[in-house]
């Protein structure tokens, strides 16, 4: 899936503020706002 997004991306923007999950095990992203730009 990566290497699709690598041939069709050629710059990912964020666009918004990241809202982090409440979680004691991982570190993720509730929220990540992204533009991605095509190449």
Do not use: K, Q, S, T
């Not at 699709?4 to 004691?24: F, K, Q, T």
């Amino acid at each position: 899936m990566l290497r699709a997004l690598i041939d069709r991306v050629a710059r990912i923007e964020v666009v918004g503020y990241a809202e982090r999950a409440v979680n004691n095990i991982i570190h993720r992203f509730e929220r990540l706002p992204l533009h991605l730009i095509p190449a």
